[in-house]
């Protein structure tokens, strides 16, 4: 069976969707009520691992894979994109330049030239793992939403082509526009939400505070110290039956770089033979040792018709 003919579990995916929202609403509600700072961070926590869910089933809408149709997949990617939060439209314009740029200089955040700067590849690294890699993202998107289109250019044309963001540069006027929109429904849905049922600042930021921790380290543990290799330069990694759920085979990285077009729902099937699989927690922890010589030079970035 060729990848493409895969189906999307649709049913399946509008169930996970619903149920996480669900779940986001009443943890940040409890979040919100409870009677002691330690049961807020312990409710934080739960909250944290439910987002990774929600991420998981946010990432395949962006490759309009959560859903058959693209309106369903539109939808679907909205309501995920709420819980983030960043409008939906952002991420799936976005996300392509993490495929287009993966280990090519512009993601090589693991390594060094002898010409960097150690200490500032050091900082950005360890920036990563210590969450503060998800406050960028919603910041950015505000950005976007809020800035001119000639400013925004002015701005960001300054930097690289071959850099992230400069690609942000020229992103088009009505996709600019639906991130507007889709960030004032974001605020809208958290106002209500804040109104009817009487969340708290303090314990909704601390909530996402341990999101942002949980979701930012694990963002690069598929890809560092991986070869330098576009589609390649990934990793299947063997996670518990547990977590392997949670991040809906998420830690399958490099069946998904092979084969974007692929629901989560099929990525453990996509492994080939000569394949091996690294442990989760030692690629995890190898990561704290810090950034490493860069021994092999930098691949091309893929071509990206938008």
Sequence with gaps: MQPQTYPIPDRLNVFLVLLVSVTAVSLLWLASHTSSWIATLIVGIVFSYAMLTNYALLHDATHD????????NYWLGLI????????????HYTHRS???FNRTDTEMFDCYYPTDNWWLKSIQWYSILLGLFW????????????????????????????????????IPSDVVTRIRIETVL???????????????????????????????????????FSERDVINGA?????????????????????HHRHPEVSWYYLPRLTESKDSSKSYFEQYFRQWRGPVPATTPAPEPLTDDI
Excluded: E
């Design 186 to 224: 974001i605020a809208i849905v958290f106002a209500a939400l804040t109104w009817v049922f009487n969340l708290r600042l303090l314990p909704v930021l601390l909530c996402y505070a341990c999101f942002s921790f949980n979701w930012s380290t694990r963002q690069y543990v598929t890809h560092a």
């Design 65 to 72: 894979t959560l859903r058959s149709t693209t309106n369903a």
């Design 135 to 170: 406050p960028l993202i919603p910041i950015g998107a505000l950005f976007i939403a809020i800035t001119p289109s000639r400013l925004r250019l002015k701005i960001l044309s300054k930097a690289d082509p071959a850099r992230g963001l400069a690609y942000l540069a020229t």
């Design 235 to 255: 990793f299947n990694l063997c996670h518990n039956h547990f977590m392997d759920l949670i991040l809906l085979h998420g830690q399958w990285d490099l069946n």
């Design 80 to 91: 995920t994109g709420i819980w983030f939060p960043i409008p939906f439209s952002m991420i």
């Design 98 to 100: 993490h495929h287009r």
